[in-house]
């Protein structure tokens, strides 16, 4: 079992950075794939970037490559998300989550956080 808290969410504007961060507590942390997904108002929860186990492999959608770093620490039991150029279009929910494959799909991860809000302001 793995619980999962996001943090560093708030009101930034355009152009401005934003650093979440998702800590974790329960058994295994290190072995476990952990991505951020993202839900706008009204829309579909979309995936935004996930990191494998070890950290080596990192993958990101298109609408955040190149502006956002997915990191983690393990010996933290924590996974960073680095905001940085946001667009007003970043504004939504953003949720951490892990689980066995790095994959994009929301359905292949287990374990999910609360969500913590990002508003990008023009």
């Known amino acids: 079992q793995v619980q999962l808290v996001e943090s560093g969410g708030g009101l930034a504007q355009a152009g401005e950075s934003l650093r979440l961060s998702c800590a974790a507590s329960?058994?295994?942390?290190?072995?476990?794939?952990v991505a951020w997904f993202r839900q706008a108002p009204g829309k579909e929860r979309e995936f935004v970037t996930s990191i494998s186990r070890a950290g080596v492999i990192r993958d990101y959608a298109d609408s955040v490559k190149g502006r956002f770093t997915i990191s983690r620490t393990n010996a933290k039991n924590t996974v960073y998300l680095q905001m940085n150029r946001l667009k007003p279009e970043d504004t939504a929910v953003y949720y951490c989550?892990?689980?066995?494959?790095?994959?994009?799909?929301?359905?292949?991860?287990?374990?999910w956080g609360q969500g913590t809000q990002v508003t990008v302001s023009s």
């Open positions: 329960g058994r295994s942390f290190d072995t476990r794939v």
């Open positions: 989550a892990a689980g066995d494959s790095n994959v994009r799909l929301s359905g292949a991860y287990d374990y």
